[in-house]
Nanobody, 126 residues
Framework: QVQLVESGGGLVQAGGSLRLSCVAS????????MGWFRQAPGKEREFVGC????????SYADSVKGRFTISRDNAKNTVYLQMNSLKPEDTAVYYC???????????????????WGQGTQVTVSS
């Protein structure tokens, strides 16, 4: 059974940092781009960032550019989201997702991702 499991969420004050992890099991995603999305209450799921299969390129939403960094360790089948300078508007459930297109550069659109984790809550207090 293929699973993506996120962890590392929690409550943090504005200006603080969190590091989310997404561990894949059941298969390897070493040839697949991975993405991070988030969804706040009453809002649609939105793109946060993505990373190519090799980790040599990343793309970010304008709202997080310069504050968030995505990395991956294919040997551990794990993707990370380092979040710095957090703001109250970053509060959301954060999801990781796998793009099954081999060697894809990733996508900003949820429809392009086939596997999703269950999400981890990030709450930023002001």
């Amino acid at each position: 059974q293929v699973q993506l499991v996120e962890s590392g969420g929690g409550l943090v004050q504005a200006g603080g940092s969190l590091r989310l992890s997404c561990v894949a099991s059941g298969r390897t995603f070493s040839r697949n781009a991975m993405g991070w999305f988030r969804q706040a209450p009453g809002k649609e799921r939105e793109f946060v960032g993505c990373i190519t299969w090799s980790g040599d390129s990343t793309s970010y939403a304008d709202s997080v550019k310069g504050r968030f960094t995505i990395s991956r360790d294919n040997a551990k089948n794990t993707v990370y989201l380092q979040m710095n300078s957090l703001k109250p508007e970053d509060t959301a459930v954060y999801y990781c997702a796998a793009d099954l297109r081999i060697y894809s550069s990733g996508s900003h659109y949820p429809i392009d991702y086939s596997y999703w984790g269950q999400g981890t809550q990030v709450t930023v207090s002001s």
